[in-house]
């Protein structure tokens, strides 16, 4: 969070320049094309991109009345956060995060959408990309040459699955859950990773700027789903489980040209994507192997560094669902596929382009040349990477120390450029310290891991009454250590003062707080009472003799009262209204006695029991009803003295 505000307060102070802003990759250029040349050494972009795809799509639907052709509407919005930034005149660095949304609006055709529903999608964070660009200029005046690998990484976060599904019933397109695979984009990430290149060149004339890219890109992508087939009445007839791996290598070329108006850029762009392993026809003339989009845009920029981009787009390829769907139609059919033969009809990887197209981007360049650089990083245990409350000091030099950020687990300090000692330090740690060198107008991550000063803490946990050891758990806030059969147990952590609790089943919980001293082991014994927790006796009307009932709960106390010699208790006798107060009073006594003499006679130790007698006094319902009166006739127990907690 520091470092978010430190940043932001350099952009408002700065004025920067607009003509270096970012493509989609983070790198200089257009939206799909990337510039050769390069900023100015300093740099830095952000970008955020929006886009918003619209495709009408011709399916079969299988409905109850048969096959029908319907026209459903794909929905794709498409997000990056861009940041590009020049390391030197022909150096730059780019990387973007996207965020993918994917939406169908099913048309309503016999009563379709009553089994169907509207709408079905998903939606989330897709993937991040890194990409570098080296560049040169042979030409000294109009022309860059240059090259610009990239990888991007999946970093999926939408719904259930990474497959578009349809949870409101049968969708029409395959069936109720399944994933949509007849989608342009039915997946939200291209696969676990995906790497590439291109060549780049870019043309300075009189009136306008050429921009052409040329590569080659590599997508891996996993599915792995059951495929059904269904019969007439939408019953699932046979099933196969897909578990395949997509390999596609691509052609990848992008053009751009550039018209500069003053503060306005108009421009338009042409990217073809050729997928080398899909080229194959059906005999029908129809291939499904290119995907070719035109996009026209204009560019705005302001003399405060921000700019602004609207952009269309148009794909003149066709898009044939059945394509799409790996393999699905032909399961259907009964046709036996391998696993190469469903991967040819595998989801482009990052999806077929929409027909059409609407996108506006906001972006703002920046010169952090001669500003301040900010440092920032975490500090974590070296042992289990937990994030730590540290100090970061930099003695001999002005600048004040800074903490830990409790919300971000981060620190951020804003550094001019120099030489710095850096000292890092937190309680029960072994501080450390390390000599950097900071340039100017940087964003340096430094990282530290701290060794704990660790101590240790044995002993036993036991029964209080009997001495007994128990199975149980020590545990302490980051940590917790079993006892063995002997109720020992042991437990490292690092020094301080710490707070460790025992508990046993059946027993209540002990804590005591122990100093932990460095390299030493202390000892901590833990002696636990049984949770006591008897049932009430009760007596027939007018007598004090013991019921059968009565009898099999006061052997229950006593086997507890016998294990347990440490634990005193008080007898109550209870009584119901009716009768005088006097012999109410007597009779209550004599109950109360009754149970002790019980007790006695199965071995409990006369002196841990006592007894008193309440009469009428302290009834548990009301005495309006024969069933409360029964619930008054009752014996109580009440603990007077239980083993030390």
């Known amino acids: ?169 049968w969708d029409g397109i395959w069936e109720m859950d399944d994933p949509m695979f007849q989608l342009r984009r039915p997946m939200m990430s291209s696969g676990d990773m995906s790497f590439g290149g291109d060549i780049l060149s870019t043309m300075e004339l009189d009136a306008v700027t050429l921009h052409l890219n040329a590569g080659y890109h590599y997508y891996k992508q996993n599915f792995v789903f059951t495929d059904r087939r269904f019969d007439a009445s939408h019953n699932v007839i046979a099933t196969e489980d897909v578990d395949i791996e997509v390999v596609d290598p691509v052609i990848h070329v992008a053009a751009g040209i550039e018209y500069p108006l003053n503060k306005t850029t108009l421009f338009a762009e042409v990217e073809w994507r050729h997928f080398l392993d899909r080229e194959f026809e059906e005999g029908d003339g129809e291939r499904f192997d290119d995907c070719i989009e035109v996009a026209p845009g204009a560019r705005f920029t302001f003399d405060s560094g921000f700019a602004m981009d609207v952009t269309g787009s148009y794909c003149i390829t066709a898009f044939d669902p059945e394509y799409n769907d790996l393999g699905h139609r032909y399961f259907q059919q009964g046709v036996a596929q391998t696993d190469e033969e469903r991967a040819r009809y595998a989801p482009f990887p990052g999806g077929y382009s929409p027909k059409y197209g609407l996108g506006v981007n906001l972006m703002y360049t920046v010169d952090l040349n001669a500003h301040p650089s900010i440092l920032s990083g975490t500090v974590a245990d070296a042992g289990s990477g937990e994030m730590l409350d540290a100090t970061i000091s930099f003695p001999g030099s002005e600048v004040e120390s800074v903490n830990t950020d409790a919300a971000s687990d981060m620190y951020s300090v804003q550094l001019d450029k120099d030489t710095y000692t850096i000292l890092v330090e937190a309680d029960g740690y072994i501080s450390v310290s390390e000599t950097i060198e900071v340039p100017s107008g940087e964003n340096i991550t430094k990282n530290f891991t701290l060794q704990s000063m660790n101590g240790t803490v044995a002993g036993t946990v036991t029964d209080a009454g009997t001495g007994a050891p128990l199975e149980g758990l020590v545990a302490l806030a980051g940590g917790q250590a079993s006892t063995d059969i002997n109720g020992e147990y042991s437990i490292e952590c690092p020094a301080g003062t710490k707070t460790f609790t025992a508990s046993a089943a059946g027993y209540s919980n002990q804590s005591r707080t122990v100093e932990i001293l460095a390299g030493e082991t202390v000892s901590q014994n833990f002696e636990l009472g049984i949770v006591l927790n008897f049932e009430n006796v009760y007596f027939d009307y007018n007598s004090y003799n013991i019921r059968s009932d009565a009898s099999a709960v006061l052997d229950q106390v006593a086997a507890v009262l016998i294990s347990n010699p440490g634990v005193s208790i008080m007898i109550t006798g209870n009584t119901d209204s009716d009768g005088a107060p006097e012999y109410n009073q007597g009779l209550a006594e004599n109950r109360a006695s009754a149970v002790r003499n019980y007790l006695i006679s199965k071995g409990v130790s006369e002196g841990s029991l006592s007894t008193v007698g309440y009469g009428e006094d302290r009834p548990a319902a009301p005495n309006t009803t024969d069933e409360n009166k029964a619930l008054n006739r009752r014996s109580e127990f009440t603990i007077l003295a239980a083993p030390i907690q």
């Open 1 to 169: 969070m520091k470092k978010f505000i430190v940043l932001l307060s350099l952009l408002a102070f700065m004025a920067g320049s607009a003509f270096a802003l970012p493509s989609y990759s983070g790198l200089r250029g257009l939206n799909r094309t990337v510039d050769a040349r390069t900023g100015e050494a300093g740099f830095l972009s952000v970008g955020l991109f929006t886009f918003l795809g619209i495709s009408p799509d011709e399916r079969t639907a299988q409905l109850s009345s048969g096959e029908t052709e319907v026209t459903d509407v794909e929905y794709s919005g498409t997000g990056y956060f861009n940041l590009g930034y020049a390391v030197s005149s022909s150096f730059e660095l780019g990387a973007n995060v996207s965020y993918l949304m994917n939406q169908v609006k099913r048309e309503d055709v016999d009563n379709r959408l009553d089994t169907t529903g509207d709408w079905s999608g998903d939606d989330g964070f897709s993937e991040a990309g890194l990409a570098f660009k080296v560049t040169f200029n042979p030409d000294a005046e109009n022309l860059w040459f240059g090259i610009a690998p990239w990888a991007h990484f999946s970093v999926y976060d939408g719904g259930d699955n990474n497959f578009v599904y349809n949870g409101d019933e």
